[in-house]
């Protein structure tokens, strides 16, 4: 299970999601209206993976999604299937992040450095979908041996 490529691609995709909770992917000021003053505010606030609920559950399932991945090594096709489910987890969840930052007040915010852990789960399971390919390709071709 761990000698394989992909189970290192899924844990560091699993890890990096795990990571994109308390780490912020955009930070800058946000238009609030107060409740009780009825006056305009503009908060310094971050845009983490914990800013929305959807977000947060979002985040949540796709990093156990790759952690139960890994486990599904003897069925790659299984295997293969919920790496995909990942991957376009992964880009909604990006999709997601850029929507929220455009919640934020133009000119007055910036995209931080840390929104390369957002990008790095696609690229993890990507590389993880490849060495599942991979391994369901040695197998066919040691099957066709036989």
Same mark, same amino acid.
């Given at each position: ?11 560091? !995709? =699993? &890890?990096? /999601? +795990?990571? /994109? ?5 955009? =930070? ?11 006056? #305009?505010?503009? #908060?310094? %606030?971050?845009? %983490? *993976?914990? =800013? *929305? ?9 796709? !990093?156990?999604?790759?952690?139960? %991945? ?18 376009? *987890? ?10 929220? =930052?455009?919640? +934020? ?10 929104? &390369?852990?957002?990008? *790095?789960?696609?690229? +993890? +399971? ?21």
């Amino acid at each position: 299970m761990i000698q394989r490529i992909q189970s290192i691609w899924l844990l560091l !995709a =699993s &890890l990096l /999601s +795990f990571v /994109s909770l308390q780490t912020s992917f955009y =930070s800058g000021n946000k238009a609030i209206t107060n409740l009780t003053t009825n006056l #305009p505010e503009q #908060p310094y %606030t971050k845009l %983490t *993976g914990m =800013s *929305g609920i959807f977000m947060l559950i979002f985040t949540i399932g796709i !990093a156990l999604l790759a952690l139960i %991945t890994i486990f599904l090594y003897k069925t790659r096709k299984l295997q293969l299937r919920l790496a995909l489910a990942g991957l376009l *987890g992964s880009v909604v969840l990006i999709v997601m992040y850029y929507l929220n =930052s455009k919640k +934020f007040i133009p000119g007055q915010g910036s995209l931080d450095l840390t929104a &390369l852990i957002v990008m *790095g789960i696609p690229f +993890f +399971f990507f590389l993880a979908i490849r060495g599942i390919y991979n391994d369901e390709t040695l197998v066919k071709s040691a099957d066709k041996l036989r």
